[in-house]
Structure formats: C-alpha cells, structure tokens
C-alpha cells in the first residue's frame, strides 16, 4: 500500500515529535509551511548552586516541513529563502549560544533534475562574533516519493538519514 503525501508528513511529525515540540500550519512572513518543529537544549555545568554557573551552553534546530505533487527549481528558491528567512528570524546569539540549524525537510512526488541540484548546492554557514557567540547552518533534505530517493545538501545528512529511516526500503 503506497502512503499519501499527507500520510507520509503525519508519520514524520510522529518520529520529529519524540524530541523536538511541533507545530501546525505555521504563518511566518512571507508565507505558509504545513508544519514546523523546534529543538532546544541547554548544558550547564554548575558549582553547587544555580548562581554558581561555570558555564552553560545551547543548542537550537528549527524545521520547517513542505510537501508538493512536483517540486521545481523556482517553488525550491522560494521555499529555501522562506525557512531560511523565517530560521535566521528565530536564532538568538548570545555568549552561552553554540550553535543553531536551520532546517527545511521536503516531500514530493517528483523533484526536477534542476531543483535536486540546487538542493545539493544550497549551503549557508554564518558565524557570530567569531564564533565566541556560536554558529548557525542551514540544513536540507528531501524525499522524491515516486522514486523513494533521499537528498539532502552536505550539512543535511542527519535530516536525510531521518527521512531515510522513516521510509527507506527495509529489506536488506
């Protein structure tokens, strides 16, 4: 039984929601996304009280889902400069802050040999002074359901293996 799009992004939020807190058709300006899914976690190393900190550190991923019958190289432009505009929007640097992704996950029916070259191209990296307040990249990641082919840019690969995880083939 093959599964819908929609079928596909439920069990996705499912997997996403084990750790990470998600949302539902999310507005941000300039646009729409179906859903969205946001990490936060924070280390501290403290010296028997909270006022007492040594030091703390925090780490953030914000994802953004999409899902299209055919994703071409023009709607993949407006999709990436959304999430990236929408991610870049939410990142926070400050002394205790090390590092943010943002990330964009797509399913589609069918991706256009153009869009899955952008897609694997596509790279952001933006360091906040000198890294002393952390760092922030871009990640992305789609599935071609039709083919059930995974993609993802360099700094994807954890998204991709999420994706792959989730519907890859499991007889090996």
């Known amino acids: 039984m093959d599964m819908t799009l929609q079928e596909r992004l439920e069990k996705l939020l499912s997997a996403y929601s084990h750790h990470y807190n998600v949302t539902r058709d999310v507005e941000v300006e300039g646009g729409s996304f179906p859903a969205a899914a946001e990490f936060f976690l924070r280390d501290e190393n403290r010296l028997l009280t909270k006022e007492h900190t040594f030091y703390a550190l925090e780490q953030h991923e914000y994802v953004y889902f ?64 000198l890294m002393l307040h952390g760092w922030m990249e871009y990640h992305i990641a789609a599935m071609e359901c039709s083919t059930v082919s995974f993609l993802s840019n360099p700094a994807g690969r954890e998204a991709r293996k999420t994706l792959e995880n989730n519907f890859g083939n499991k007889t090996k």
Do not use: W
Request: glycine share 2%.
């Open 66 to 129: 999409y899902v299209t019958e055919h994703l071409d190289a023009d709607t993949l432009r407006r999709q990436i400069a959304l999430s990236q505009k929408a991610g870049l929007a939410r990142v926070r640097p400050h002394k205790e802050h090390m590092f943010s992704y943002v990330t964009l996950v797509i399913l589609a029916d069918t991706i256009d040999p153009e869009a899955k070259a952008l897609l694997k191209r596509t790279r952001l990296r933006r360091s906040f002074r």
